[in-house]
């Protein structure tokens, strides 16, 4: 009886010994581990914030519109300036462009349990990264630094995994666990810290529940040196790359496709980015193209004319081509406030819009160079349709994203002329445009609708 007795406790003993043994030794494994995701989303939809909105943690409620304004050319300026020296380097491994000059965050939470956090979206960078505790050298952002000794579900990226071995800039801790990775900027910004992995979880618009990516690459940045980051000013906690290269968000997720709709800067209504099923591809594509031998793993379409209302502009031949070393072209960029055109096409847009246009004319707002006196109320709707005339399609540019008001009683044309070779279109001329990207057929879909009711 004492045997019988006795032999299911030893029994319960030792299963739950062993039980322990495996809790622990899976623990272990943890350090370093498979870095690709194993619940893939098919797809899910999310909402983005523009930084001068008043629920992003950037806004400024003592700026006044013109402020604004004068902030978001000045960014654009800069994004711009730093691309196309980027561009014209030498070496085939370009830094991203910038870190500065973003015009959207997305709010998402991290590791486990969740902790809140945002991050700039930005389709002209790769790697996704977070500002990562224990800090070398961290700047000051609006919410605690993600702390990953506090998670479950943080690992380090090994040695040996490939996203190790392929990437540049990337080496291994003499001790063997830890592969360190460094992103430099174009700006001279740059972070340093360890590739890892970690679960990033979404709300989902579409369900109104969270959509939970395990296991994502990223880099855990504990040495972040951006020096115009100083005194009152914040960082973004982290970015989310969304270009074409391997560590972007989207080649990590398989994602064949992604869109945008981005509502009018002055709306209060947040914006939608879609992505994989959900992701909103129209009948009306230009194809994406290739720049010259170098890659960026920008978006670059190919533009072939512009009209205000139905006269052709006389741009010459050429204007908007890539170079054989990857100069020029025209590249959709939703990191740059505004659009830039080439010289060549920027002349004489301003020429036969002047010679269309009855108002008075008023002197120039900075770089602004087309003004007239009048409110966007009363006359925007009497100004010439602008289209650019890209391979396959026409995309017409709405009046409210043409002109602005630039206060004072002006209202000026919103194109920037480019100094170098390159046509940017920014991320203003994108508001009420969905925007679908189709990585498979290597095309990018415009279509006109009001993005605060999607």
């Known amino acids: 009886m004492a045997n019988s007795s006795i032999s299911p406790l030893i029994i319960t003993m030792v299963v739950l010994i062993l039980f ?53 050319i000045q960014r654009s300026f800069d994004r711009y300036s730093h691309y196309t020296s980027n561009i014209m380097e030498p070496n085939d491994m370009r830094a991203p462009v910038s870190y500065r000059t973003f015009e959207y965050v ?23 990264w977070i500002q990562c505790r224990p800090c070398e050298n961290c700047y000051d952002q609006e919410i ?13 990226i090994g ?63 504990n040495n972040n040196n951006f020096s115009y980051i100083k005194g009152s000013r914040l960082g973004a906690p982290g970015l989310i790359g969304l270009n ?12 064949d496709t992604f869109s945008h709709c981005f509502v009018p800067m002055n709306w209060k209504n947040t914006s939608l980015l879609r992505f994989g099923l959900d992701a909103i591809i129209t009948s009306d594509t230009t194809p994406m193209v ?19 209302g139905k006269t052709r502009l006389d741009i010459p031949y050429g204007a908007f081509d890539i170079t054989p070393n990857g100069e020029g072209g025209v590249i959709i960029d939703t990191g740059s406030a505004t659009t830039h055109i080439v010289k060549l096409a920027h002349d004489p847009l301003i020429a036969e819009l002047a010679k269309q246009i009855k108002l008075e004319r008023a002197a120039p707002v900075g770089r602004l160079v087309l003004c007239y006196k009048g409110n966007m109320r009363t006359h925007v709707l009497s100004m010439p349709d602008i289209t650019f005339h890209f391979t396959g399609m026409d995309f017409y540019i709405q009046k409210s994203n043409a002109w602005l008001d630039a206060g004072n009683g002006k209202i ?19 508001q009420n445009v969905n925007v679908g990207y189709d990585l498979r057929k290597k095309v990018i879909s415009f279509q006109n609708e009001d993005c605060t009711q999607t």
């Open 244 to 255: 074409k290269e391997p560590l972007s968000w989207i080649y990590q997720l398989s994602f």
């Open 106 to 128: 997305i709010s998402h939470h991290i590791g486990t349990p969740p902790v809140p956090t945002y991050s700039i979206i930005d389709t002209g960078s790769d790697l996704t």
């Open 20 to 72: 322990s043994c495996f809790i622990s030794t899976s623990f272990s494994l943890r350090a370093i581990s498979d870095h690709k995701p194993n619940k893939k989303p098919l797809g899910f939809t999310t909402r983005v914030i523009h930084r001068d909105s008043p629920e992003s943690p950037f806004y400024d409620p003592k700026l006044t519109d013109a402020d604004r304004l004068r902030n978001a």
């Open 412 to 430: 000026c044309l919103s194109f920037i002329q480019a100094l170098y070779g390159a046509t940017m279109i920014g991320a203003r001329h994108l």
């Open 290 to 308: 290739e720049h010259g031998k170098f890659t960026t793993g920008s978006y670059y379409v190919t533009m072939e004319g512009i009209s205000v």
């Open 159 to 221: 040695c040996e995994d490939d996203i190790c071995k392929t990437q540049y800039n990337t080496k291994c801790d003499t001790d063997g666990t830890s592969c360190r990775y460094k992103q430099e900027y174009a700006d001279s910004g740059e972070t340093q810290g360890i590739l890892s992995s970690e679960t990033f979880i979404f709300l989902d618009n579409n369900l109104s529940g969270n959509i939970s990516i395990p296991s994502f690459p990223f880099g855990c940045g």
């Open 144 to 156: 605690p630094i993600y702390d990953p000794r506090k998670s479950t579900s943080y690992a380090k």
